[in-house]
């Protein structure tokens, strides 16, 4: 087994996350970009395109762009775990890329500032929630408990309890929606760092050639 052969049998094992067509795809590409480039030696191979489990995280954050992309093409946002797979693979393939360190480092401090951001707006959202599902649950709690020693003032602790649910019931979609809007954010965002930092590379790659 040759240096080419013995590199696409390692990175082969390491995209086992992608389907049989896309996992052909991407060997069958880096098979014949390797022979065409005439690399002769694993050394040299790992040399100019990095290791294979590096390689492999670059590829598996491409597919999990184009997945992400195909969901957004109507214009609608991709599911949270479609966005949120993009940020993390990314953030791999940011990490364990064979590029600058200082941009690399910048890149991360910019996705986990964005990441702390979202983090605490949904805790924020997810904390109101609860807070109303608390609310709701003292007020008919005790609306019951006295309904019958004081009607009026139970019936009007009912009502305010029955009145937060109803808030609840509608605002239940519209933080589903919020959540997966700033995940899709947080993915473009991400999606936009990665491709500058790839950009750069490829013509840092092209300047010491």
Request: glycine share 8%; net charge neutral; aromatic share 10%.
């Amino acid at each position: 087994m040759d240096g080419r052969q013995k590199y696409i049998s390692e990175l082969k094992k390491l995209l086992a996350p992608l389907t049989v067509e896309e996992r052909t795809d991407a060997l069958d590409f880096y098979n014949e970009y390797i022979e065409d480039t005439g690399y002769n030696s694993y050394q040299q191979i790992v040399k100019e395109m990095g290791n294979p489990r590096q390689l492999s995280h670059k590829i598996l954050a491409d597919y999990s762009i184009k997945a992400n992309d195909e969901e957004t093409k109507s214009g609608h946002t991709a599911s949270p775990h479609s966005s949120w797979r993009v940020f993390w693979l990314i953030i791999i393939a940011i990490v364990t890329s064979p590029i600058t360190f200082a941009l690399s480092l910048g890149a991360l401090v910019v996705l986990i500032c964005a990441l702390a951001a979202v983090f605490g707006v949904s805790v924020g959202i997810l904390g109101t929630l609860a807070g109303l599902v608390f609310a709701a649950g003292v007020l008919l709690y005790s609306g019951i408990g006295v309904v019958v020693a004081a009607p009026m003032t139970g019936i009007l602790y009912i009502g305010f309890g029955i009145t937060i649910l109803g808030i609840l019931l509608f605002c239940i979609p519209l933080v589903y929606w919020i959540i997966r809007w700033l995940a899709q954010a947080i993915a473009n965002l991400a999606k936009y760092i990665y491709q500058k930092l790839v950009q750069r590379r490829a013509e840092k790659h092209e300047k010491n050639v």
